[in-house]
């Protein structure tokens, strides 16, 4: 069964510097997703990429983040000037969203984030 | 989105039926029932789907009453590697689908 992939899977950063978290979705899916846990709390939305472009954004995804599909198979989230509370887990998730918005979302077993 | 209730936790033995209830009284008429499993360190996963009545797949069940302001997950059989976290959702936000997780319940499976 295809699955999403998420390099790496453990990123240890110093604060202030910039990371790129890497997501290989489900090939023939066209929804992506950027979701992330902090430890013992809910998975939260970030933002949602369709057709080369962000369909939707959360509260937190400020001018902090930024995604982006630089070929046909990644799919990256960038964070700069990285900070405490940007310690989490990041999860990607893909869909194919055919003509049923109901389909499931297929994630990946994320990247841990720790800022030090 | 339709505001979801479940329980924060449950135990079970093994070999035994687990049933985790969700209550969505403000469930909309397009909205799906999905639930999701978490392990430790990994990412949800679907588990199962449904709109009305009843669903199976090889890995759960999934009962929906006729009026749809609750379901139930039915997990036969759980063993000790069933301890995870079981997310109820309803519904999809924007326009991207987005997913709103809640807490969940944590499944503690006891040998």
């Known amino acids: 069964e295809p699955e999403v992939t998420q390099t790496p899977s453990h990123q240890v950063t110093q604060m202030g510097q910039e990371v790129i978290l890497r997501c ?4 023939n899916h066209l929804y992506f997703y950027w979701y992330r846990q902090i430890l013992g709390q809910k998975v939260e939305f970030l933002v949602s990429f369709y057709n080369n472009e962000i369909s939707e954004k959360s509260e937190i ?11 046909g198979s990644n799919f990256t989230l960038k964070i700069r000037s ?11 998730a893909s869909g194919r969203q055919g003509g049923d918005g109901n389909q499931p979302q297929h994630f990946g077993d994320g990247t841990r984030l720790s800022i030090l | 989105l339709a505001k979801t209730t479940q ?3 449950m135990d079970s033995y093994e070999g035994q039926e687990v049933n985790i209830t969700c209550s969505h009284n403000n469930i909309a008429t397009n909205d799906y029932i999905t639930w999701y499993q978490q ?6 996963r679907f588990i199962i789907q ?3 009545t009843k669903v199976t797949n090889e890995v759960a069940s999934l009962f ?8 139930t997950l039915s997990l036969p059989r759980v063993s000790l590697s069933d301890t995870a976290v079981y997310y109820c959702l309803v519904g999809l936000s924007g326009s991207a689908r987005q997913l709103t997780f809640g807490s969940g319940t944590q499944l ?4």
């Open chain 2, 64 to 71: 929906i009453p006729a009026d749809r302001k609750s379901s």
């Open chain 1, 61 to 71: 995804f400020d001018d902090q983040f930024s995604v982006e599909r630089p070929d």
């Open chain 1, 24 to 27: 290989v979705p489900i090939s």
């Open chain 2, 7 to 9: 329980p924060i936790s």
């Open chain 2, 50 to 52: 449904g709109y009305k």
């Open chain 2, 108 to 111: 503690t499976v006891l040998p």
């Open chain 1, 82 to 92: 990285t900070k405490l509370e940007d310690s989490a887990m990041y999860f990607c």
């Open chain 2, 39 to 44: 392990f430790p360190s990994q990412g949800p």
